[in-house]
């Protein structure tokens, strides 16, 4: 029998652990409203993955069989949006609850965008086990067509059909298996584990663009630091950044500086603090580019030209599989090239780049290089006093600069007139 004509398993949702008092009851108005017009309506996907879990989802998606006419006629808040593939988003405030069509894989000749299909069919169209559940919260019940609910219990996250044509029709579909696999703390199945270190070079021929969002749903869904360590197991990272593996892999330190940097980054989404793709590839890419520009500057370039030149060469490289647009590559460089400035703090200098509008990034940035064992911690130390205290106590504090510079400058004058 075709698996994709096979009935689901339908299991009771209260004996998975599923509690409907968290569903949204935006969600359930719009699930009972299609019902209620005739058509077949459930919660699907990530949603009733993670109320399995016993998590707090972040969207609740539905799925019908109604088409989306059909479903715009119902619901007098929706529109309808996209090209390819039509999707309603019904509208309650704020609050949008996306509904779409069942779809089924096209044919060779068919539009890839609307094939409708059957619910069997959705479900088999997925990507894994885990996010093809279809739960329905009138009757209180899962359907489950490919065992997702068992891959759940034993901890895998499987992929649907052949994993390998399902990597090479979409490489993105290898950093989404470590994504969920990361934030699920499930394995992939053995089968994929194998596939993946061997068809990551296959995600260099994705369109760099759309590897940027891909990076941001990586590293700014607030668990960055596990990801991290899954792309680097499954050997993803050094196909997404090959400038900064073949440094690391040098003997260089950015283990430790990025790790911080993504730790620090999960800290603060956790305790709903703003975070910037400017920072993050800060982090990401300082160390060829600081292992460059040092190499520069030994070689008797200028320090103001090497740190630039070094910024230009390693963006060139990486733009090339990962697209970091302006607004966030420009004060990536910003926060890099300020990095000089911690030092010039005589006279007002310190004051002046205190007032600067991208001193508390670079601050943080200077932060991570001082935890990561870079550069002497006294300076960060200083850095963060000369915040703390009053403006009388700023400027003894730069005196005391000053009057260190004079003691030393002294010290070196006796020595050389004694060595005489």
Same mark, same amino acid.
């Given at each position: 029998?075709?698996?994709?004509?096979?009935?689901?398993?339908?299991?009771? @949702?209260?004996?998975?652990?599923?509690?409907?008092?968290?569903?949204?009851?935006?969600?359930?108005?719009?699930?009972?409203?299609?019902?209620?017009?005739?058509?077949?309506?459930?919660?699907?996907?990530?949603?009733?993955?993670?109320?399995?879990?016993?998590?707090?989802?972040?969207?609740?998606?539905?799925?019908?069989?109604?088409?989306?006419?059909?479903?715009?006629?119902?619901?007098?808040?929706?529109?309808?949006?996209?090209?390819?593939?039509?999707?309603?988003?019904?509208?309650?405030?704020?609050?949008?609850?996306?509904?779409?069509?069942?779809?089924?894989?096209?044919?060779?000749?068919?539009?890839?965008?609307?094939?409708?299909?059957?619910?069997?069919?959705?479900?088999?169209?997925?990507?894994?086990?885990?996010?093809?559940?279809?739960?329905?919260?009138?009757?209180?019940?899962?359907?489950?067509?490919?065992?997702?609910?068992?891959?759940?219990?034993?901890?895998?996250?499987?992929?649907?059909?052949?994993?390998?044509?399902?990597?090479?029709?979409?490489?993105?579909?290898?950093?989404?298996?470590?994504?969920?696999?990361?934030?699920?703390?499930?394995?992939?199945?053995?089968?994929?584990?194998?596939?993946?270190?061997?068809?990551?070079?296959?995600?260099?021929?994705?369109?760099?663009?759309?590897?940027?969002?891909?990076?941001?749903?990586?590293?700014?869904?607030?668990?960055?630091?596990?990801?991290?360590?899954?792309?680097?197991?499954?050997?993803?990272?050094?196909?997404?950044?090959?400038?900064?593996? @073949?440094?690391?892999?040098?003997?260089?330190?950015?283990?430790?500086?990025?790790?911080?940097?993504?730790?620090?980054?999960?800290?603060?989404?956790?305790?709903?603090?703003?975070?910037?793709?400017?920072?993050?590839?800060?982090?990401?890419? &300082?160390?060829?580019?600081?292992? @460059?520009?040092?190499?520069?500057?030994?070689?008797?370039?200028?320090?103001?030209?090497? &740190?630039?030149?070094?910024?230009?060469?390693?963006?060139?490289?990486?733009?090339?599989?990962?697209?970091?647009?302006?607004?966030?590559?420009?004060?990536?460089?910003?926060? &890099?090239?300020?990095?000089?400035?911690?030092?010039?703090?005589?006279?007002?200098?310190?004051?002046?780049?205190?007032?600067?509008?991208?001193?508390?990034? @670079?601050?943080?940035?200077?932060?991570?290089?001082?935890?990561?064992?870079?550069?002497?911690?006294?300076?960060?130390?200083?850095?963060?006093?000369?915040?703390?205290?009053?403006?009388?106590?700023?400027?003894?504090?730069?005196?005391?600069?000053?009057?260190?510079?004079?003691?030393?400058?002294?010290?070196?004058?006796?020595?050389?007139?004694?060595?005489?």
């Amino acid at each position: 029998m075709n698996d994709q004509n096979r009935a689901p398993k339908i299991v009771d @949702a209260a004996s998975c652990g599923l509690n409907p008092a968290r569903i949204n009851p935006h969600a359930r108005q719009v699930i009972e409203k299609l019902q209620d017009a005739g058509y077949t309506a459930y919660l699907v996907g990530g949603c009733v993955r993670d109320l399995v879990l016993g998590r707090e989802p972040k969207d609740f998606d539905v799925v019908t069989q109604a088409r989306p006419e059909e479903i715009r006629q119902i619901f007098r808040n929706a529109r309808l949006i996209g090209r390819r593939f039509r999707l309603a988003h019904v509208h309650f405030g704020r609050d949008i609850i996306e509904v779409a069509t069942y779809r089924a894989a096209p044919s060779a000749d068919q539009d890839h965008g609307n094939v409708f299909g059957t619910a069997e069919e959705d479900a088999f169209r997925r990507d894994f086990t885990v996010n093809a559940l279809y739960y329905d919260p009138e009757e209180g019940v899962i359907r489950d067509y490919v065992n997702g609910l068992q891959d759940l219990a034993d901890g895998f996250l499987r992929v649907i059909g052949n994993p390998e044509e399902r990597f090479r029709e979409d490489p993105v579909r290898m950093l989404r298996a470590v994504r969920f696999a990361a934030k699920l703390g499930l394995q992939l199945t053995p089968d994929s584990r194998e596939l993946v270190p061997r068809l990551g070079p296959l995600l260099q021929e994705v369109a760099p663009a759309r590897l940027f969002e891909e990076m941001l749903k990586l590293f700014h869904a607030g668990n960055a630091a596990a990801t991290y360590e899954a792309l680097e197991g499954h050997r993803l990272f050094e196909a997404l950044f090959p400038t900064v593996a @073949a440094v690391r892999k040098a003997g260089a330190n950015q283990e430790s500086l990025l790790a911080k940097a993504l730790i620090n980054s999960d800290r603060r989404i956790a305790e709903n603090k703003p975070v910037t793709p400017a920072f993050l590839f800060a982090a990401l890419l &300082w160390e060829p580019v600081r292992e @460059a520009a040092v190499a520069a500057i030994a070689d008797g370039m200028a320090p103001v030209e090497a &740190w630039q030149k070094a910024a230009e060469q390693v963006l060139r490289e990486q733009l090339k599989i990962v697209t970091i647009p302006k607004r966030f590559s420009l004060p990536m460089r910003e926060i &890099w090239s300020l990095q000089s400035r911690f030092d010039r703090r005589s006279g007002r200098q310190a004051f002046r780049f205190l007032e600067s509008k991208r001193f508390r990034a @670079a601050y943080d940035f200077l932060g991570l290089r001082a935890s990561s064992g870079e550069l002497d911690p006294g300076l960060f130390d200083w850095w963060t006093r000369f915040q703390e205290v009053t403006p009388a106590e700023q400027e003894a504090m730069v005196e005391g600069l000053s009057e260190q510079g004079e003691k030393r400058s002294r010290r070196k004058r006796r020595r050389r007139a004694s060595s005489g």
